[in-house]
């Protein structure tokens, strides 16, 4: 078993910027690819970023390509989501989740049913 509890979100004006948490207890958390979801109230959740056990690959949906970062600290069984000049468009419960990393994380990233594990979710507000 693998318990993700995300923070950081919050209300942020156009333009802003926050940075998500999501700390992860249990088993080892290296053994595990990682990656952000949103979903905004009425539509389906959808990939927002992901990153290998090891730190050395990531991947990021289209929408959020060179406004938000990934990274990951397996010490601290972190990982974390920096977001950049935020869009009202952005708006959405974030959650973390975690798939061994003995699965494709190309083949999973776009399938959320796929991870194993998931967080509650954070509520980030981006106010134009």
């Known amino acids: 078993q693998v318990q993700l509890v995300e923070s950081g979100g919050g209300l942020v004006e156009a333009g802003g910027s926050l940075r998500l948490s999501c700390a992860a207890s249990?088993?080892?958390?290296?053994?595990?690819?990682m990656g952000w979801f949103r979903q905004a109230p009425g539509k389906e959740r959808e990939f927002v970023a992901a990153?290998?056990?090891?730190?050395?690959?990531?991947y990021y949906a289209d929408s959020v390509k060179g406004r938000f970062t990934i990274s990951r600290d397996n010490a601290k069984a972190t990982v974390s989501l920096q977001m950049n000049s935020l869009k009202p468009e952005d708006t959405a419960v974030y959650s973390c989740?975690?798939?061994?990393?003995?699965?494709?994380?190309?083949?999973?990233?776009?399938?959320?049913?796929?991870?194993?594990?998931w967080g509650q979710g954070t509520q980030v507000t981006v106010s134009s």
């Open positions: 989740a975690a798939v061994q990393r003995g699965k494709s994380i190309i083949a999973t990233m776009m399938a959320p049913s796929k991870f194993d594990y």
């Open positions: 249990g088993r080892t958390f290296s053994s595990y690819h």
């Open positions: 990153i290998t056990w090891g730190g050395t690959s990531t």
